[in-house]
């Protein structure tokens, strides 16, 4: 019986360094934390406002090219034209 504890007393003492090693570092990533200090490497990044995502309208112009406008641009009172109408209307 005295065999099998004789291994366990001679690694003993590297399990004991090895879990006051990491006891240690998790504490020093704790006050780390605490203060807010970044780890080493990492970069401060500045936070912009995010960007305000406008609604834009595909419309087509006179001469027959395609556009995109702000809708916030046109009025409200806004139809549908026929297909005759915007033969008409276009430029050649």
């Known amino acids: 019986m005295s065999n099998t504890l ?3 007393q001679k690694e003993s003492p590297s399990r004991r360094k090895f879990v006051l ?3 240690v570092l998790s504490a020093f990533a704790a006050v780390l934390a605490a203060v807010r200090i970044p780890f080493p490497g990492k970069k401060n990044k500045i936070a ?3 960007e305000s995502k406008k609604k834009m309208v595909k419309m087509l112009t ?3 090219r395609l556009v995109e ?3 916030a641009l ?5 139809k549908k034209i026929t297909n005759t109408e915007l033969q008409h209307w ?3």
């Not at 046109?74 to 806004?78: G, K, P, Q, S, T």
């Open 6 to 8: 004789e291994p366990i």
């Open 21 to 23: 090693s990491v006891a």
């Open 74 to 78: 046109l009025n409200a009172n806004r």
């Open 69 to 71: 406008i702000d809708e």
């Open 62 to 64: 006179q001469d027959g």
């Open 90 to 92: 276009i430029k050649k």
């Open 48 to 50: 912009c406002a995010p």
